[in-house]
């Protein structure tokens, strides 16, 4: 090896390939590493395989013919999994080599069950054909879109006769190891990837050995330290994040969703996952593109950000429709709402999340939620140690999908001193007027210059709800609202700068203006924190139109407005945005 290409062995287990579409994301996953790498790859049985080939084994040794019927049974699943993976196209050769091993594997049962015993050195022959089935059949799919080449581990790695548990002689097998993968690469190129049968070895005289289950990690291990491999990987597959150890915590459960600060941490683990994942976010305005640059190139992660054609500012849509790579921005016909609509149909589809790991970023999320009640503690934090107030303050925030507020709230739960709340909405007032009435009727969203709180059916109004018992009386206690119009947003933006030269997006200034009217209707003056949301520049029309001002562009944001735009427009229908999510999966 000259070096010069970094070369990395990535192991699978038996779960990674258990059925064709777990061989599919394998594939997708060993494609792009191979974009930059040289890779090998080692492979274990299909999941269960091995069992069933020591069983069949056993079985045959007791002459009993039922053995036959195991046979079959992991004969089909071979089969089956070539029809799957390759359909009418599959290559006779690819067909001929499963067949010449099932026969072999046949014919070997047959002989047990005629001499009725099978010692240690029959087992370790039967067993290694669960690595020989599984390691051809990866390697043919592989083969479809790049050169790969099937390799018996056999070839080179050489042991003693410990037969079911062999040792490896390594001063044998090392330089056999360079010798074969020279004159494999000789032959075919650097490029080809190698699929290599993990878990099996042979004697020096050429007897089949196997090197302990879960051998194919070692397999993996003596491949790369032969050839001096950069990384030698050991991916496994699991159902997902845990929310603790389960050797810990026997209560430990898997995650229905993380949020993006906590799926940026994960991106490491998943990593050690055959599937990646796919976050789907509903945005009216910043959150989008606070997720797409998060996640931004971050490896096994894939972003698809919904967002309402027209109804949000350009400079928004820039930051999240500019970046490509793993980003997609998919612009929908219609509301906020509809995007969260489809975002929540895609969440709760199972035919969906069978085919890829689905969570959402956005506050559907609870995971989302979590990290802002920080924020409050905070604010406190400095009202207290700034400006020297003891006294327990309003919070004033601007609420949409009202994320923000229910963390507020959980902050104020969890024992954060907060006196109570006011929730600013723009003319989408529904949470008002259910405050008021005691029923909310979900309302089609109207346009507003504070875009990002165009919501008509908040999905966290369902969250307070329960938080209160859904006692309406209980919520009023903690919470009031009110709503403030485009004319109202225009005159608070104005009248902060012209008392104070600090300039207002839309959002916040109607948190501000809200709590003005709040301190008309307040007997004594409590201090008062309110929720700032954006960055003014963002929105230079309305400000503009408020104060006569152009807002300087942060270097991040006039960098947003020079790319170039990339977005997949949608109708606001479930079956287009469904089928755009598995066309991406292919």
Not at 227 to 236: A, H, K, P, Q
Not at 519 to 527: I, K, N, R, T, V
Not at 574 to 583: I, V
């Amino acid at each position: 090896m000259d070096g010069k290409i970094r070369m990395k062995v990535m192991k699978f287990g038996g779960s990674s390939v258990a059925a064709p579409r777990h061989v599919r994301d394998v594939v997708r996953i060993i494609l792009n590493e191979g974009k930059r790498d040289q890779i090998v790859v080692v492979v274990s049985a299909f999941q269960g395989i091995t069992n069933q080939l020591l069983a069949g084994a056993r079985l045959a040794e007791k002459g009993d013919a039922s053995y036959l019927t195991l046979f079959k049974q992991i004969a089909e699943r071979h089969l089956d999994a070539l029809d799957a993976l390759h359909g009418k196209g599959k290559s006779s050769t690819v067909c001929s080599l499963i067949e010449q091993h099932l026969t072999e594997l046949h014919d070997a049962l047959h002989g047990i069950s005629l001499l009725r015993h099978s010692p240690p050195r029959a087992m370790d022959l039967i067993a290694s054909f669960g690595e020989r089935l599984s390691a051809l059949t990866l390697a043919s799919f592989i083969n479809k879109s790049k050169k790969s080449i099937y390799v018996d581990s056999r070839e080179f790695v050489v042991t003693d006769d410990q037969f079911m548990n062999a040792s490896v002689n390594f001063a044998l097998t090392n330089p056999q190891t360079k010798k074969y993968f020279e004159k494999l690469y000789k032959t075919n190129g650097k490029n080809c990837i190698a699929v290599v049968t993990g878990f099996t070895g042979v004697t020096e005289d050429g007897r089949t050995t196997t090197i302990g289950r879960n051998g194919s990690d070692y397999s993996a291990a003596i491949v790369g330290a032969a050839l001096d491999v950069d990384v030698v990987e050991i991916w496994t597959d699991v159902d997902g994040v845990l929310s603790a150890d389960p050797r810990a915590v026997s209560s430990a459960f898997v995650l229905p969703s993380l949020s993006y600060e906590e799926a940026m941490e994960m991106s490491y683990f998943l990593e050690r996952q055959h599937r990646d994942l796919t976050i789907i976010v509903a945005t009216s305005g910043d959150t989008g593109s606070a997720v797409a640059h998060g996640f931004f190139n971050v490896p096994h992660i894939n972003v698809f950000i919904l967002y309402p054609s027209g109804k949000i500012s350009r400079l928004q849509e820039q930051q999240m429709t500019t970046l490509g790579g793993n980003i997609t921005a998919v612009e929908v016909e219609g509301t906020f709402d509809d995007c969260q609509r489809l975002v929540k149909q895609a969440l709760n589809d199972k035919d969906v999340q069978k085919e890829r790991a689905l969570t959402t970023a956005n506050s559907i999320n609870l995971g989302r939620l979590l990290p802002q009640v920080t924020y409050y503690d905070w604010g406190l934090i400095q009202l207290r140690e700034k400006f020297k107030q003891e006294e327990q303050p309003l919070v004033v925030v601007p609420s949409g999908n009202f994320g923000n507020l229910t963390a507020a709230v959980y902050a104020k739960w969890m024992g954060c001193p907060i006196r109570s709340f006011v929730a600013a909405t723009n003319a989408n007032d529904g949470v008002l007027h259910y405050l008021h009435s005691g029923e909310f009727i979900p309302r089609a969203s109207i346009q507003t210059y504070s875009n990002a709180m165009d919501v008509g059916n908040p999905s966290n109004l369902a969250r307070l709800q329960f938080l209160y018992n859904n006692d309406v009386q209980h919520l009023r206690q903690d919470i009031d609202a009110v709503s403030i119009s485009d004319e109202e947003t225009l005159q608070e933006i104005c009248a902060t700068y012209e008392t104070t030269s600090y300039i207002l997006d839309p959002h916040t200034a109607v948190g501000v203006a809200a709590a003005r009217r709040a301190m008309e209707w307040m007997s004594d003056a409590p201090p008062i924190i309110v929720a700032a949301t954006a960055h003014p520049a963002k929105f230079p029309d309305v400000v503009e139109k408020a104060i006569g001002v152009e807002v300087p562009l942060p270097a991040t944001l006039q960098e947003a407005v020079n790319r170039p735009k990339h977005s997949i427009k949608i109708r606001g229908r479930y079956s287009e945005w469904k089928e755009l999510l598995n066309q991406s999966n292919t």
